[in-house]
């Protein structure tokens, strides 16, 4: 039986989804969601709960280079703004150029948001950059 569960993990797996206890599915997307939900009610003194959130949500999208990337085409400035502060960890861990160019897009769409600084330490972990 722990074989057949172990299967569909790794089909789940392959297909972006999550298998939750209870029986529940999440994908990449319903992930960062949940991150960002947790992210938001950390109080910003809570230096290890920041810290933890900052390493799941770097997990999280680092699972999947082009899930990550239409993850953070659609979605909000607000969202763009939390998913910054791990933009060079999740760089360091997908090692692609096309991540990046995703960042310098969304630099584009949300100036306002200053990203640009992020973004090129970002590209710095790209290693042979």
């Not at 085409?73 to 360091?92: A, G, P, Q, R, T």
Request: include cysteine; aromatic fraction near 12%; hydrophobic fraction near 35%.
């Amino acid at each position: 039986m722990e074989r057949l569960v172990q299967f569909f993990q790794m089909v789940l797996n392959s297909l972006n989804f999550v298998y939750l206890e209870g029986g529940k599915f999440m994908s990449i997307s319903d992930e960062i969601q949940e991150n960002l939900k947790k992210r938001r009610s950390i109080n910003q003194d809570d230096d290890f709960g920041l810290e933890r959130s900052w390493e799941e949500l770097t997990n999280i999208l680092s699972k999947n280079e082009d899930e990550t990337i239409k993850y953070l085409m659609n979605c909000s400035k607000d969202d763009v703004l939390f998913i910054s502060s791990v933009f060079d960890y999740v760089s360091e861990n997908l090692q692609s150029k096309k991540f990046i160019s995703c960042l310098r897009e969304l630099d584009k769409k949300y100036p306002d948001l200053k990203l640009t600084s992020f973004i090129d330490d970002a590209e710095d972990y790209i290693k042979d950059n």
